[in-house]
Each structure stands twice: as structure tokens, then as C-alpha cells.
């Protein structure tokens, strides 16, 4: 069964950084178009960033400019760096294929406060 585990979230203040990680079970980080998620509570499902089998990487524009998205094909694993975070970052983020959806990782807690 292909799991997506996700790490590094924390309580962070504006203006702080954090890099999260996305380790997949299986050897497909490098095949597939991967995209960072963000739920903040009580709204949906957000696409924030991707990055194509290619290297090519596309951002939200709410976060264009602060989150950069990269992948170690051989840690099979794909991570955010997030920089200059605001309150509204504030949500859980998950990692998963962007067309063809695995099973939702649990995620991990980012959130951005004084």
C-alpha cells in the first residue's frame, strides 16, 4: 500500500520559516505531477504548489515568491520550503499526485502566530 507521510510543521511566528517533508512509500515522486495541499479549518482543500516529472514548479499566488517546492528522487520524497509565513499559512498541509489522488496522508500542523 502507497503511504504519504508528512513532517515538519510546527508553531512558527510571522516572519518565520519552516521546511516541511513528504516521504512516499513508493518510487513515484519523480513520475507524477506532486503538489503541496493546505486545509485551513473550515475551508477546502488547497493546491499551494507542484512540480512536474520535469522540475518545472508552479505556486498559488498566495504563496508565490515565500514557498519553494523540490523533490530528492532518491529519498523519494518532495518537499516545501516555506519562508516569510503569515497567520493565514496557518492550515494542515499534505503532499499527493495532483491528477490521480492516492489515499490522504494525515498531514502535519502549520501554524503561524505571535
Known amino acids: 500500500q502507497v503511504q504519504l507521510v508528512e513532517s515538519g510543521g510546527g508553531l512558527v511566528q510571522p516572519g518565520g520559516s519552516l521546511r516541511l517533508s513528504c516521504a512516499a512509500s513508493g518510487n513515484f515522486v519523480n513520475i507524477y505531477l506532486m503538489g503541496w495541499y493546505r486545509q485551513a479549518p473550515g475551508k477546502q482543500r488547497e493546491l499551494v504548489a507542484s512540480?512536474?516529472?520535469?522540475?518545472?514548479?508552479n505556486y498559488a499566488d498566495s504563496v508565490k515568491g515565500r514557498f519553494t517546492i523540490s523533490r530528492d528522487n532518491a529519498k523519494n520524497t518532495v518537499y516545501l520550503q516555506m519562508n516569510s509565513l503569515k497567520p493565514e499559512d496557518t492550515a494542515v498541509y499534505y503532499c499527493?499526485?495532483?491528477?490521480?489522488?492516492?489515499?490522504w496522508g494525515r498531514g502535519t500542523q502549520v501554524t503561524v502566530s505571535s
Open positions: 499527493n499526485r495532483v491528477a490521480t489522488k492516492l489515499d
Open positions: 512540480i512536474t516529472p520535469g522540475g518545472n514548479t
